[in-house]
């Protein structure tokens, strides 16, 4: 089954421990990119990933960090969480020609 | 800069009742549109889309017409079901380019029985 795979479904942390929210897909698509959702600010692009070792920032990268080793993998990484990253977190991917986007079930971060 | 404006939600209606979620958005060129549906606890699926003027897209019982001359693409759907209670995110993709999407912020719909 065609799908992303995001993990873990939830997760609830203490500030400042580093942690790694992990994302694979199996369509051999080339874009990846992550999102966060909150309340009243619908989806809001955090990194995104052209192609194996092309990374780019979106709109909210402060905090965040990505690595795109390999094609199916794209890893989002918070080196020192902090309270306003608790959010509702998305990965994606799409094929070339933007025939719309595949997302992972999502992953539920706290930090307290 | 390009943008996607959708309807404040929540809409609640009732069961069996006509549907219209507003889009409308800001973009140069002929962008393609999308809708996506958000299920609760569930990631963003895609429901339909539009790549030129005048297209409609359709899937599951809802529709939505690209309108160049207004700029807009709103869905409908006839007879809503409880079951189509989920937050419903539009969006466009830009002329020229191959994947980024610009989002709206979401309607949240809920469907009374």
């Known amino acids: 089954e065609a799908q992303v795979t995001q993990n873990p479904r939830y997760l609830i942390t203490v500030t400042g421990k580093k942690l790694t929210v992990t994302c694979s897909q199996n369509?051999?698509?080339?874009?990846m990119s992550w999102y966060r959702q909150d309340p009243g600010l619908g989806l809001r692009q955090i990194y995104y990933?052209?192609?194996?070792?092309?990374?780019d920032k979106g709109d909210v990268p402060e905090g965040y960090k990505v690595s795109r080793k390999e094609k199916r993998n794209f890893p989002l990484i918070l080196e020192s969480p902090s309270p306003n990253q608790t959010s509702l977190y998305f990965c994606?991917?799409?094929?070339?020609?933007?025939?719309?986007?595949?997302f992972g079930s999502g992953t539920r971060l706290t930090v307290v | 800069g390009d943008s996607v404006t959708q309807m404040e939600g929540p809409v609640t209606l009732s069961e069996e009742a006509f549907l219209t979620i507003n889009c409308t958005y800001t973009?140069?060129?002929?962008?393609?549109l999308f809708w996506y549906v958000q299920y609760p606890g569930e990631g963003l699926q895609l429901l339909l889309k539009?790549?030129?003027a005048d297209d409609k897209g359709s899937n599951k019982g809802f529709e939505a017409t690209y309108r160049k001359e207004t700029t807009s693409f709103h869905l409908e759907k006839g007879s809503v079901q409880v079951s189509d209670s989920a937050v419903y995110f539009c969006?466009?993709?830009?002329?020229?380019?191959?994947?980024?999407?610009?989002w709206g912020a979401g309607t949240k719909l809920i469907i009374k029985p």
């Open positions: 994606a991917s799409s094929q070339q020609g933007g025939y719309g986007y595949t």
């Open positions: 539009a790549t030129k």
């Open positions: 369509m051999n698509h080339e874009y």
């Open positions: 973009a140069t060129g002929y962008p393609s």
């Open positions: 990933s052209m192609n194996v070792e092309v990374t």
């Open positions: 969006a466009l993709r830009r002329a020229g380019s191959n994947y980024q999407l610009i």
